[in-house]
């Protein structure tokens, strides 16, 4: 390149597409300075989600980049700064910047098991995470967590403080009643349970809250969309065709609230046996990716059906926490990316909540 120029390099980096956003870093406004001092071209990246685990190949992507357009000198820096996004006309809750909600059609296909490793996964790419266990007739979360047997303090201002377990801060119904007890409530009260467990949390400046939502689309899901602040949802689903038509109908459930949709996670999508290596794609094949491409929306990626995923949240020590290192937990962290990486390009305001009407 004889000669570089600031504008050179903004052109060059506008080529390079965030596997994360699918953007580019320019548009997608993820260029925070670049500046020329004699022959070397210093560029400083901010982005607008959480990447610990992509910063290291993300900065090798633009120096090889840039030397193939002829700069032999170069200097990148990589930071992350995570903003808040525009709800569906609920007001903000305070202490929470973003609030997604993985919610699936059905129960059985692994979403509060996906719930928590998200929010683990967030946290292992430099997020502040909270997540609330929204289910109130069947809560997991305190087990999944290995808090079963811990309560939420008091605060100074007649609040609760949350639980902490595993550097989350979380809060569920199964911290204030006996595991062994049934709920035995209407519709009514489980949601001003749900509302009390929200709101009268005192938060600490959480970056994501991941919200498990309770499985199906009925009365309770639509009023918690109403009441819940929800920045995107994420769906869960199995291949089989019965999973992924209750997971249109979720899918469907937000797109007439309004609430943006992130994209679809495939669970259980193949199992590796233990003893033999075969691969056997024991709930059919390709249907959450099927799904993504009919319904427009993005497919975050596939979990296969593995013993030790299940045991570890059994345990306590969900997958990502108990080894962060894992090829599953890094798929963890894949997926958690792109959910943050979708979320990041969500700026306008979707507007207020919409007549709903039956037909």
């Known amino acids: 390149m004889s000669t570089i120029t600031e504008d050179k390099i903004q052109t060059i980096l506008s080529g390079i597409i965030d596997e994360n956003t699918g953007k580019d870093l320019v548009s997608s406004e993820n260029v925070k300075k670049i500046s020329i001092d004699d022959e070397i071209v210093n560029v400083e990246l901010l982005l607008k989600y959480p990447a610990a685990n992509f910063h290291e190949d993300l900065k090798g992507i633009v120096e090889e980049t840039l030397s193939k357009e002829g700069v032999n000198y170069s200097n990148i820096s990589i930071n992350s700064k995570i903003p808040s996004y525009e709800t569906q006309g609920v007001e903000a809750l305070p202490g929470v910047k973003n ?3 993985v919610a699936s059609g059905k129960g059985g296909v692994g979403k509060s098991t996906t719930a928590v490793n998200l929010a683990l996964a967030l946290q292992s790419e430099g997020a502040n995470v909270a997540i609330l266990d929204a289910d109130i007739y069947g809560p997991s979360q305190p087990r999944m967590l290995g808090a079963k047997d811990l309560r939420p303090q008091e605060s100074e201002g007649g609040n609760m403080k949350p639980v902490m377990a595993h550097g989350l801060q979380s809060m569920s119904i199964g911290f204030l009643v006996d595991e062994a007890s049934p709920m035995v409530w209407r519709g009514p009260m489980v949601t001003q349970a ?3 467990l929200l709101k009268n949390t005192e938060w600490d400046d959480v970056d994501y809250m991941i ?5 199906g689309t009925g009365d309770t899901q639509l009023t918690l969309s109403q009441k819940i602040p929800v920045s995107g949802a994420v769906i869960v689903t199995t291949p089989q065709d019965i999973a992924l038509i209750d997971a249109q109908k979720g899918l469907a459930m937000f797109e007439k ?10 669970n259980m999508s193949i199992h590796i046996c233990s003893k033999c290596n075969h691969a056997e794609e024991i709930f059919g ?5 099927q799904m993504a491409s009919n319904s427009e929306t993005n497919f975050l990626g596939a979990l296969p059906l593995q013993l030790d995923i299940r045991t570890d949240v059994d345990e306590g020590t969900p997958s990502v926490a108990k080894d962060p290192e ?8 894949e997926i958690a990316r792109r959910v943050a990486g979708t979320l990041s390009l969500k700026n306008e305001s979707v507007g207020a909540f919409p007549k709903i009407t039956i037909e």
């Open 194 to 196: 749900l509302e009390q």
């Open 99 to 101: 609030i997604i909600a």
């Open 211 to 215: 919200i498990d939502m309770p499985p």
């Open 257 to 266: 609230v309004n609430i943006p949709i992130l994209g679809i996670v495939e």
């Open 285 to 289: 094949h390709g249907g959450g990716k």
């Open 326 to 333: 894992s090829q599953v937990s890094a798929m963890y962290q």
